[in-house]
């Protein structure tokens, strides 16, 4: 049973041009959510986290937005750039305090077309 | 400050041996979490150590899967009579206490064939 949900396998964005990438949870007591990027062969690299206290985080080209009453969260990168062609996941701590192991979404692949 | 290193990074086995991953942490990072990842999927949680105590392993896939952590360092993961299903990539991920959510970083995995 998938409590956190990304329901596009793959997107295709122009490069320079916004990628939002979407994830949906069903569990109202997640806290904090984190959002990994994964090229192949690699493991998942961390990328940007929210509490779920915030209804926005930015940290460079990446920002990431919580809206809790639709138990929706997105990530948007901008510009978009070649090296950001990866698959990307989003995550929550399976209990309170981030102490225990994440469950993630399926992810999304995204495409940066030159 | 080097990342979470797991070896080996690639295991061929037959079906019904035993095999054993093993995962260095980042060394100031005292947790220290396990994951399974099948093709077209997430990462799968299977268990974590704080320091060199298992507090989470009801996620373990069966009894034929084991992990240690002997001395709060380095941990292995264990799979007995492995089967055709263990086929998958392994993953190894770290994070500190502290202060708030801290992240868990991953390391590069090792991935399993069962011939």
């Known amino acids: 049973d998938q409590q956190v949900k990304q329901n596009s396998p793959s997107l295709s964005v122009q490069e320079g041009r916004i990628s939002i990438l979407n994830c949906d949870y069903t569990?109202?007591?997640?806290?904090?959510f984190l959002w990994y990027k994964k090229y192949p062969a690699e493991g998942p690299t961390f990328l940007i986290s929210?509490?779920?206290?915030?209804d926005k985080n930015e940290d460079g080209r990446f920002t990431v937005f919580l809206n809790k009453s639709a138990k929706h969260l997105s990530l948007h990168i901008v510009p978009s750039q070649p090296g950001d062609s990866a698959v990307y996941f989003c995550?929550?701590?399976?209990?309170?305090?981030?102490?225990?192991?994440?469950?993630f979404g399926k992810g999304t692949h995204l495409i940066i077309q030159p | 400050d080097t990342g979470v290193s797991q070896n080996p990074r690639h295991k061929i086995t037959k079906r019904g041996q035993n095999v054993t991953f093993r995962c260095d942490p980042i060394?100031?990072?005292?947790?220290l979490y396990w994951y399974r990842q099948t093709l077209g999927q997430g990462p799968e949680f299977l268990t974590y150590?704080?320091?060199?105590?298992?507090?989470?392993k009801s996620r373990l896939l069966s009894d034929r899967f084991s992990a240690e952590r002997p001395k709060g360092s380095f941990s292995t993961l264990e799979i007995q009579r492995t089967e055709q299903g263990d086929s998958a990539m392994y993953l190894c991920?770290?994070?500190?206490?502290?202060?708030?959510?801290?992240?868990?970083?991953f390391g590069d995995g090792t991935r399993l064939s069962i011939l």
């Open positions: 991920a770290s994070s500190k206490t502290g202060y708030g959510n801290q992240p868990q970083h």
């Open positions: 569990n109202s007591m997640f806290d904090y």
């Open positions: 929210i509490s779920s206290i915030k």
């Open positions: 995550a929550a701590p399976l209990s309170g305090g981030g102490a225990d192991g994440l469950t």
């Open positions: 060394s100031e990072h005292n947790r």
């Open positions: 150590f704080q320091n060199e105590a298992q507090l989470e």
